[in-house]
Each structure stands twice: as structure tokens, then as C-alpha cells.
């Protein structure tokens, strides 16, 4: 009963904060670069939740933010899951040299820890939230392509796949058709998996100040910002960084749920 009920309770979060994020400019009562009253105003000043550092209304900040954190997140995923499921299958339909070789990168990325990595990324070519995102995605990639290549090694075994080989099929045929469409539950929930991870790890970067542009209204970027007014105003600290917790949690039990569900029996 409670797991159904966290799990309902992540689902509906998710949706409330989607639908804020992609409405944000049709419901954000202001510009969230512009300044719109005093720095540091309270709330019920002109605004709901009062102003940050600049004078900028922090409730248009933080719905934009939703925006900027969830879809950044989204686009390092879709980096991780483009790269983790081509070399899965590269290595569970090869044998030999080229499997060792793909599942030794893999192991050679797990070596280093996924966010360290994604940080000497952004290092090396500069900051901006692009390179976040790509730097994320990357990070993430060795761990997926370990994960990935695992399942479709397993879904190998079955006989459906022997029938396709007995029937002519190809290996890009029986991954695109055979491999790809059984793997899709477990792949599903892993992939939520690593979504959490990446919205952990994008807001973690923005909130070392590697977005590049201190202005931008995203969550880990506003969490940065607030540190320096901790004691006259937490509030700007306060709000963002529990609402990246409660998206994180929101997130993994969503996954948790998923991969719990999709296993048989």
C-alpha cells in the first residue's frame, strides 16, 4: 500500500512539475532575467514568494527553472541512451575482440566516477549549459552501455532469437526487432534510472557555477546564487534546492517502480 502510494505520489509530481515547466511562459507572472522591485523584497510584496539578490521575482525564477533543469536533464539522458543502447547492442550481437573491447571502454569509464568525469569535460572545453549537457550524457554513458549490453546478452539466449537466426535474420534485424522490443521495459526503467542521475548531475555542475551565464534561471544555478544572502533571505536556497530533492526522489521512485513492475511474475 505505502509503495503504491510514494509511487502514485511520484507520478503526480512529475506531471505538476512537467506542466509548470512547459508553461512557464504563458503562466510566470514576469520576466525571470528582469528585475521587477527592491532586492531581497519579502513575500506579498508585489510578488508570491518575494525577490532574489538582483530584485527578480523568484516564483517566475523557479517555474522557469522547472524548464531549464527538466529539459537539460532530458537532453543529457537522451545523450546517454543514444550512445548506451548502440554500443549494447554493438556488443551483445559481436563476439571476440570487439565485445572485450567495447565492454573494457566501459569499464575503463566506471573507473571514474560519471560526475568527476562529466567536470573535467566541462573543464577542458569551457562552460556554457550545452557543454552540461553533454558533459552529462557522456558521463553517463559507460555505465548504460554496461547495463544495456547485460539485458540483450541475456535476451540472446532465449529462443526467438534462434528462430530468427533459423528464418535468416540478420544481427541488425533481430536487434531492431527481437532485442530492442523485449528489452523495452527493463530499458524504460533504467533509463529513468539514469534520469535522476542526470538531473542530479546537471544541477549539480550549474550549481558549481558551470552554466556559464549567472543570470540563467535554473535550479542549480538559483541554489548557487542564494548562498550569499543565507542568512537575510534562506528562502532563495531553500526553494530550489528542495524542489531538485523532492524531483530526484520523485524521479528514482518513479523507476523504482517501473522496474519493479516490469520484472516477471
Known amino acids: 500500500m505505502r509503495r503504491n502510494f510514494t509511487f502514485s505520489w511520484a507520478v503526480v509530481w512529475l506531471i505538476g512539475i512537467t506542466v509548470i515547466a512547459l508553461a512557464a511562459p504563458l503562466i510566470a507572472p514576469y520576466n525571470p532575467r528582469l528585475p521587477v522591485g527592491a532586492a531581497l523584497s519579502p513575500a506579498g510584496d508585489g510578488t508570491m514568494l518575494g525577490t532574489d539578490g538582483l530584485g527578480r521575482d523568484l ?124 528489452a523495452m521495459p527493463q530499458l524504460v526503467a533504467l533509463a529513468t534510472t539514469h534520469y535522476a542521475w542526470a538531473f542530479l548531475g546537471t544541477t549539480t555542475l550549474t550549481f558549481l557555477g558551470l552554466a556559464g551565464d549567472p543570470s540563467l534561471p535554473e535550479w542549480g544555478a538559483m541554489l548557487d546564487a542564494g548562498r550569499t544572502y543565507l542568512i537575510q533571505a534562506p528562502i532563495l536556497s531553500l526553494l530550489p534546492g528542495l524542489l531538485i530533492t523532492l524531483t530526484v526522489f520523485a524521479v528514482h521512485r518513479a523507476g523504482l517502480g517501473l522496474s519493479t513492475s516490469s520484472q516477471p511474475g
Open 59 to 182: 516564483l517566475s525564477r523557479l517555474m522557469y527553472g522547472a524548464r531549464y533543469s527538466l529539459l537539460s536533464s532530458l537532453a543529457a539522458t537522451l545523450i546517454t541512451l543514444s550512445i548506451g543502447l548502440t554500443l549494447g547492442l554493438l556488443a551483445s550481437g559481436s563476439v571476440g575482440f570487439v565485445d572485450r573491447m567495447l565492454l573494457a571502454l566501459a569499464n575503463a569509464g566506471l573507473a571514474i566516477p560519471g560526475l568527476l568525469l562529466a567536470m573535467l569535460f566541462v573543464a577542458g572545453i569551457g562552460p556554457g549549459l550545452p557543454t552540461v549537457i553533454l558533459a552529462v550524457g557522456l558521463g553517463g554513458s559507460p555505465g548504460f552501455i554496461r547495463l544495456a549490453r547485460s539485458i540483450f546478452k541475456s535476451l540472446m539466449q532465449e529462443g526467438y532469437v534462434d528462430a530468427a537466426r533459423a528464418l535468416g535474420a540478420g544481427r541488425v534485424r533481430i536487434a531492431l526487432f527481437h532485442l530492442l522490443p523485449n
